[in-house]
């Protein structure tokens, strides 16, 4: 397992109340797992963090710590802390979940209202804004804005909830394949684009079918039948 050297974290403005330090390794190290600074197959040593972060090797171990609970890393003693590939019965496992919910919430949100509209038309533009400057993190981020807030609009708090808990895993997900499938970019935009249409002519059908259409691609490509 070749060891690699994280990216040194930004810099930040002073603050009176900056976050504890176990919570800014936490985060330094999660937002680099999810937008693929730090790769699957990578190790990282709490050495290597601790530098990163500015911090002392003890808040690392806390955060190693509720990370590797989350799944995105493997701690092994006196060697550090190996960032997990997303393999394809994970990707197959999370897209089964998306579709029972998201076609759920679909079907319910149609006819749309007036207010998930005009906020899916606003995410739809930010995702082609975004996709033009090349920024694929926050590509992934506005993509899945988009479907949560068609979760939502469903009015089910245990749903929503639920969907949530998969925010981590869509997120690196989306990024690892945009990068490894950039065409899909457009296409993504373009299947969002049915799928708000369908919402705004309150085509319940229609709606779960393009859903149905858009998450299924994510498993495709687990499964070597990209489209």
Not at 147 to 176: C, F, K, P, T, W
């Amino acid at each position: 397992m070749p060891a690699a050297s994280p990216p040194t974290a930004p810099a930040r403005e002073p603050s009176a109340k900056q976050p504890p330090a176990a919570e800014r390794v936490y985060t330094h190290i999660k937002d680099a797992v999810l937008d693929r600074r730090y790769e699957g197959g990578m190790l990282l040593t709490e050495g290597e963090l601790a530098d990163a972060v500015g911090v002392s090797r003890t808040p690392v171990r806390e955060a190693l710590l509720r990370l590797e609970v989350e799944g995105l890393i493997k701690l092994y003693p006196k060697k550090g802390a190996l960032v997990l590939p997303v393999s394809a019965q994970e990707i197959a496992d999370v897209v089964e979940t998306r579709l029972l919910v998201e076609k759920h919430a679909a079907a319910k949100a149609a006819p749309a209202n007036e207010a998930l509209i005009g906020e899916l038309i606003e995410l739809l533009e930010t995702m082609r804004a975004q996709a033009e400057s090349g920024d694929l993190a926050a590509v992934s981020v506005a993509d899945r804005a988009f479907h949560a807030a068609i979760v939502r609009s469903a009015g089910n708090q245990i749903l929503d909830r639920l969907y949530e808990q998969l925010r981590d895993r869509q997120l690196r997900m989306g990024v690892a394949v945009m990068h490894a499938h950039p065409d899909r970019i457009a296409k993504n935009i373009t299947e969002h684009a049915e799928i708000l249409e369908a919402l705004r002519a309150g085509d319940a059908d229609a709606a779960t079918d393009a859903v149905h259409r858009h998450v299924s691609w994510v498993r495709n490509l687990a499964q070597g039948e990209v489209r």
